[in-house]
């Protein structure tokens, strides 16, 4: 059936007279909607959500309201609007104009680039598909909806790209997309957090704080790129990304929330207390923290990467907000690095700049994960309790990088591996955390009414109130 472009895919890249994309996309298109409704949220198909959809990237189109059933969401492209006089921003070819096409040099870094981008949008629905099962509010079970349709969007960002970009490599890289899944023992999605189960509430919102921030920083990264139509894609891409932080920060904040409150009527931060009176206590949200985070710092590579000195010499991948730094060559500067000393300590490693370009970035975002932290400690030393939740230290649990397989303490002291097994219950959650939340994780449907073990949201969305029906289930 004839595709009636624009109404059905809202897109600011004329896809009504590019045929090659049409072409593709006509292929791709029922192979996505077929891995929707395979892999994408179990059930709810045909409910209605009040959903956000981007009809077009100026103020007034790019959140549009209304109840839609998800298979009937309009998956669209949007690039952000082009800058005419956008240079290369940093590396060798600083000043130089942007490219337009991808230089044939570039061509399969970029490719990768992008399919690792792509792969983890996808992913993240594929993780998350069992939770509208179990979601504390029809609130919630929105967001949840909202998020992954926009997951969805975020691919279709990618798959434009690469059928557009790309030619026939781009094309098969684009049904690959649909083929790899989430913890798939065979063919498993490319980085490593997107194959962890994310099977409760408390792990969405550790995931979409932690792991979507990521995605933040890397979609930063590449905004700089010097292929325009990448930089512009993922310009737009950000603006929904914040959305899915913001659930984040606000789901842990209300899940901290409710806990301070039994914690204030038990006059006591008695984890089993907590527990027992259907909270969630701090110190399983701190395992969960911990888990979310040192996972989600792997997404950033290796500290010192060759691979990440290539694209920034080339201009194919920058530094978050790269205008905010004043050599954008990063030659003849050096970067000082904690590494393992091999005996069981820590030794300090001198790198050129350009190859600590990961580290460069995971700082950057360690600093933003602390926002949340601030606020979460605020709440409960109000309330009186000296708990604190802290991030753990860059070289806990890591699996990629210098610190991979490395013993450490969450402050990131080296320790015997014996000592590490021996504590790995205090720092991360057991099979009893995860049996405990799971127990928890019952449906609420009722508009307005919540679970126990989290505190209502300040306000509903797009000024609707809280209790408002923002799922009609079917
Ligand atoms: N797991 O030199 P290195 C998001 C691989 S999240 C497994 O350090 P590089 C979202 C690496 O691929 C953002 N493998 O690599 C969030 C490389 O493999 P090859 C996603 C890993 O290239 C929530 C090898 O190790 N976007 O959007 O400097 C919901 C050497 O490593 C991992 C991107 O990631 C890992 N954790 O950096 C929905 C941006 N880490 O090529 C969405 C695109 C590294 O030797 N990707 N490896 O076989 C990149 O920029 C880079 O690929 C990376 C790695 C930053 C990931």
């Not at 063919?187 to 194959?195: H, M």
């Not at 189960?197 to 792991?211: A, G, H, K, Q």
């Not at 700089?224 to 603006?239: I, K, V, Y």
């Not at 460069?360 to 601030?374: K, M």
Request: proline share 5%; charged share 25%.
């Amino acid at each position: 059936m004839a595709l009636n472009y624009g109404d059905r895919i809202p897109n600011n890249v004329d896809l009504g007279s590019n045929r090659t994309l049409q072409r593709a996309l006509e292929h791709w298109q029922p192979e996505f909607l077929k891995w929707w409704q395979g892999m994408g949220p179990t059930d709810f198909q045909s409910a209605d959500v009040y959903l956000r959809t981007a009809t077009s990237v100026d103020a007034k189109g790019w959140a549009t309201y209304g109840h839609v059933r998800m298979p009937e969401y309009r998956w669209g492209i949007f690039l952000a609007e082009p800058s005419a006089q956008r240079r290369i921003g940093f590396g060798d070819d600083f000043g130089k104009d942007v490219w337009q096409q991808v230089p044939g040099e570039y061509r399969s870094t970029l490719r990768r680039l992008i399919v690792t981008q792509g792969d983890t949008e996808p992913a993240s629905v594929e993780q998350q598909r069992l939770l509208g099962h179990t979601a504390p509010s029809l609130y919630d079970l929105r967001n949840l909806f909202q998020v992954n349709v926009e997951e969805g969007r975020h691919l279709w960002a990618m798959v434009y790209l690469l059928h557009g970009y790309f030619g026939r490599d781009g094309r098969e890289e684009a049904e690959a997309l649909l083929a790899r899944h989430s913890g798939s023992v065979d063919n498993p999605r490319i980085l490593g957090t997107f194959n962890e189960p994310i099977s409760d509430w408390l792990s969405f919102f550790m995931f979409t704080y932690f792991t979507d921030r990521d995605g933040k920083f890397q979609l930063k990264s590449l905004a700089e790129s010097s292929f325009d139509p990448l930089a512009r894609t993922c310009r737009f891409m950000l603006t929904e990304e914040a959305h899915h932080m913001f659930v984040g920060e606000t789901g842990i904040g209300r899940v901290v929330k409710r806990s301070i409150e039994i914690m204030k009527e038990l006059g006591s931060d008695d984890p089993d207390a907590v527990r027992s009176a259907g909270a969630i206590d701090l110190p399983t949200m701190q395992r969960y923290l911990n888990f979310w985070f040192s996972s989600s710092l792997d997404l950033f590579g290796a500290d010192s990467s060759s691979n990440a000195a290539g694209y920034f010499a080339n201009g194919i991948k920058g530094r978050p907000d790269e205008a905010s730094y004043e050599d954008h060559l990063a030659t003849g500067q050096t970067y000082e690095l904690d590494v393992p000393d091999g005996k069981g300590g820590v030794a300090l490693e001198r790198l050129p700049m350009r190859n600590a370009m990961n580290e460069v970035t995971r700082q950057a975002y360690v600093r933003d994960c602390e926002v949340g932290l601030t606020r979460w400690n605020r709440l409960i030393a109000k309330a009186g309790f000296s708990v604190q939740l802290t991030l753990p230290s860059t070289k806990f649990r890591r699996s990629i990088g210098s610190w991979a397989g490395i013993a450490t303490d969450p402050a990131g002291k080296p320790i015997s591996q014996a000592e590490a097994d021996a504590q790995r219950g205090a720092w991360l959650p057991t099979h009893a955390d995860r049996a405990f939340v799971t127990s928890l994780m019952q449906p609420v449907t009722e508009p307005g009414k919540m679970a126990g073990w989290i505190a209502p949201p300040d306000r509903g969305v797009n000024n609707q109130p809280v209790p408002y029906e923002y799922v009609r289930i079917a």
